[in-house]
């Protein structure tokens, strides 16, 4: 199957690796920053950026790190630098000049960013695009559409006329899996590797070339003209086959969407597997992060575990505490992983690390337990969203439920066909679920819904490994739900206009908090 955007689950699903409460928020923002910082060539004199106020961000881009991720990706900053709380500080010792307007947009995705970029070269206007989960899409550059999502080596020539002599230089001269002549404008060249310095020199010195611009990927994994995946749905996998264990299925998929071996593919997951198992040790022993709402709950859910004052959960009891432990490394703005997004960072990992401390397993079947949710995940990114802007909490949260649900089944030895069984039931039971953070911040009612996630997986599994029918098939249910986000209020949707955001005590605790704006 030909499909150059076909997920990946490293780049879609689980991932990235990451601090800040919110992946489409502070993971996104710095993606956009960080090619902003590349197309700029490092330098930035002001930034201008403008939100809808009718989206998401105009909101929420203080209190969820929307302004932290943009400012350390303009300064060319990792996703995982410990000085991110701090960007904006270091952004004005930089000497940018940085100025944020609430205006109507054209562009209406919830989570537009519309940024006047000046250096002393000039001054460029960059539309772009968080799409959830981490993903980004640069959509237009001083006004001429086009789409950069940091998936490829990307080479932007700005033109000062007619393009077709270039495109067939660059043709003759590169293996590029992409040229592409934007309006007389701009020529994008998408390729695996940059261009060599000989080839821009020569580029630079050619009639009509003003400027080049060279971005550097920002997804872990690459996409490629001539990639080809086995399925895209769960119908297609399960045909092929539906008695052997998902994490198998996932490995194939994968590892023809990356191009590495099925071994490199499990050695990455093995990889995360050791953040997530370091999150928890470290969420477990405390954490303390003055802007948050609540303090640490990990180790009184602990001690309550040890002196046996919990009703009898076993398995569950585990699971809750590895969820809390990873909920409060995020919103003490420690490690962790998006999974798929930062605001559900707890439930896929937390419910399958629980588990499996509870059954005595190590490392390699964890990796293969999450490679089974991730490929649950590649058909929610593929057919819906993972955009609590977009569809609610059931797109983080809920998805994240599904995935944990086969997650677990492929933990107990179950079939592809029992796991994609239980991530439809799972996600069943999340329709509807509205995302409605407290006081502006990813942590109420965000920490009990990771809880719930874990525990509506747990159950589904064990559901679908007695034989219950799910009924509704998996792909049917994906775009149910996504029919369903959509048609969840705005108020209702990431833009703390609704539900528990608007609630007496939410205000108090947003008062109190009072985030800096800039």
Request: glycine residues 12%; hydrophobic residues 45%.
């Amino acid at each position: 199957m030909n499909a150059p955007t076909a997920p990946s689950i490293f780049n879609d699903v689980l991932g990235p690796v990451m601090r800040g409460p919110s992946s489409s928020h502070c993971a996104g923002a710095l993606r956009i920053g960080r090619l902003v910082y590349d197309f700029m060539a490092g330098e930035i004199d002001s930034i201008h950026i403008q939100f809808d106020p009718n989206g998401s961000l105009a909101t929420t881009h203080a209190s969820q790190g929307s302004d932290m991720g943009l400012f350390g990706g303009l300064l060319g900053w990792e996703a995982t630098d410990e000085r991110l709380p701090e960007s904006a500080l270091w952004l004005e010792k930089a000497g940018i000049d940085v100025k944020i307007k609430i205006a109507p947009l054209a562009e209406k995705h919830p989570n537009t960013y519309h940024l006047t970029v000046g250096s002393g070269r000039g001054q460029h206007e960059i539309v772009a695009l968080s799409t959830g989960g981490g993903m980004v899409e640069i959509v237009a550059i001083d006004g001429v559409a086009l789409s950069v999502a940091g998936d490829y080596h990307e080479t932007l020539i700005g033109l000062s006329g007619a393009g077709d002599a270039l495109i067939g230089f660059l043709k003759n001269q590169t293996t590029a899996d992409a040229v592409i002549n934007h309006q007389n404008r701009w020529v994008e060249v998408k390729s695996q590797a940059s261009l060599p310095d000989a080839l821009i020199e020569q580029l630079g010195a050619r009639p009509n070339v003003e400027t080049i611009h060279r971005l550097r990927p920002v997804l872990p994994v690459l996409s490629s003209a001539d990639m080809r995946v086995p399925f895209l749905t769960a119908e297609a996998m399960l045909a092929a086959s539906h008695q052997t264990p998902l994490y198998r299925l996932a490995l194939h998929y994968e590892s023809a969407r990356s191009g590495l071996l099925p071994a490199e593919v499990e050695g990455r997951m093995l990889d995360l597997v050791a953040i997530w198992e370091l999150s928890v040790a470290q969420g477990l022993e405390g954490t303390d992060y003055g802007d948050r709402i609540l303090g640490q709950q990990s180790d009184g859910f602990q001690a309550a575990m040890s002196q046996k004052r919990l009703l009898d959960g076993g398995v569950l009891n585990m699971m809750t505490l590895y969820v809390t432990a990873l909920m409060e490394m995020k919103s003490s703005m420690g490690v962790i992983i998006a999974a798929p997004t930062a605001g559900s960072c707890g439930g896929l990992p937390g419910a399958v690390l629980g588990a499996a401390e509870v059954m005595g397993l190590q490392s390699t079947p964890k990796a293969r337990a999450l490679l089974a949710g991730g490929m649950i995940g590649v058909f929610i990114a593929h057919h819906a969203t993972f955009a609590a802007e977009v569809g609610g909490c059931q797109a983080e949260c809920g998805a994240g439920s599904g995935m944990a649900a086969a997650a677990l089944v492929d933990l107990a030895g179950g079939t592809a066909q029992q796991a994609v069984a239980a991530a439809s039931m799972a996600l069943q039971n999340s329709f509807g679920m509205t995302c409605d953070p407290v006081a502006n911040r990813v942590e109420v009612p965000c920490l009990g819904k990771n809880v719930m996630a874990a525990a509506n997986a747990l159950s589904c599994a064990n559901m679908a490994l007695a034989g219950f029918d799910a009924v509704v098939p998996l792909d049917e249910v994906i775009t149910a739900m996504h029919g369903v986000g959509q048609s969840l209020p705005m108020a209702l949707r990431c833009t703390a206009l609704g539900g528990l955001s608007v609630t007496e005590t939410s205000k108090a605790i947003e008062k109190r908090l009072n985030p800096i704006q800039i």
